[in-house]
T-cell receptor, first 113, second 114 residues
Framework: EAGVTQSPRYAVLQEGQAVSFWCDPI?????LYWYQQPRDQGPQLLVY????????NSQLPSDRFSAVRPKGTNSTLKIQSAKQGDTATYLC???????????FGPGTRLLVL | GDSVIQMQGQVTLSENDFLFINCTYS??????LFWYVQYSGEGPQLLLQ?????NKGSSRGFEATYDKGTTSFHLQKTSVQEIDSAVYYC?????????????FGQGTKLSIKP
């Protein structure tokens, strides 16, 4: 069974540029999560979905970040105008439901210059 | 608010040494507690899960115990090997309404000298 896949694996931007990250969860998993992991820190939840509905986006900086999961399968996380402080690894995870084990993808490493 | 604290940022051991990593948590609910392991260039993967019902879990030679009295949980392994070199995170999931949310500690980087 394929795991969670993410693309791209790496991104380098200048401040002010936009970037999108894409996630394909494990087939059959209805819950999808986006985490931000700054260097040498633990993952921090940004947003999560059950099917296409946002369940919690309280930690998502809504002025520059957006996330969608229009058909309840793949998801896109977008940063509209990146800042140096956004430099981090962005992890996607999925689970069979909100109470089940979360399986993580390899992440996208973002460097904002 | 809910939080998870790992005080040990880095641990360096020799092969066959005993490993003990401690984590404390703060919440008003009855959490399920986890240990995740993250190898270089990969996402975290679940190592162990402990609930308030069973107080213990074990996997791949690792054992986790949970102490409600001190709101702490520990990860231990009797004899570490070089392949155990990784970053270990404790995490907590609330059993209340927001059951999908995981809160991670800062991580403990384990380095094993051959």
């Amino acid at each position: 069974e394929a795991g969670v896949t993410q693309s791209p694996r790496y991104a380098v931007l200048q401040e002010g540029q936009a970037v999108s990250f894409w996630c394909d969860p494990i087939s059959g998993h209805d819950t999808l999560y986006w985490y931000q992991q700054p260097r040498d820190q633990g993952p921090q939840l940004l947003v999560y979905f059950r099917d296409e509905a946002v369940i919690d986006n309280s930690q998502l900086p809504s002025d520059r970040f957006s996330a969608v999961r229009p058909k309840g399968t793949n998801s896109t996380l977008k940063i509209q105008s990146a800042k140096q402080g956004d430099t981090a690894t962005y992890l996607c995870a999925s689970s069979f439901d909100g109470r089940d084990t979360q399986y993580f993808g390899p992440g996208t490493r973002l460097l904002v210059l | 608010g809910d939080s998870v604290i790992q005080m040990q940022g880095q641990v360096t051991l020799s092969e066959n040494d005993f490993l003990f990593i401690n984590c404390t948590y703060s919440t008003t609910g009855y959490p399920t507690l986890f240990w995740y392991v993250q190898y270089s260039g990969e996402g975290p993967q679940l190592l162990l899960q402990v609930t308030t019902a069973n107080n213990k879990g074990s996997s791949r030679g690792f054992e986790a115990t949970y102490d409600k009295g001190t709101t702490s949980f520990h990860l231990q392994k009797t004899s570490v090997q070089e392949i155990d070199s990784a970053v270990y995170y404790c995490a907590m999931r609330d059993r209340g309404y927001n059951q999908g949310k995981l809160i991670f500690g800062q991580g403990t980087k384990l380095s094993i000298k051959p």
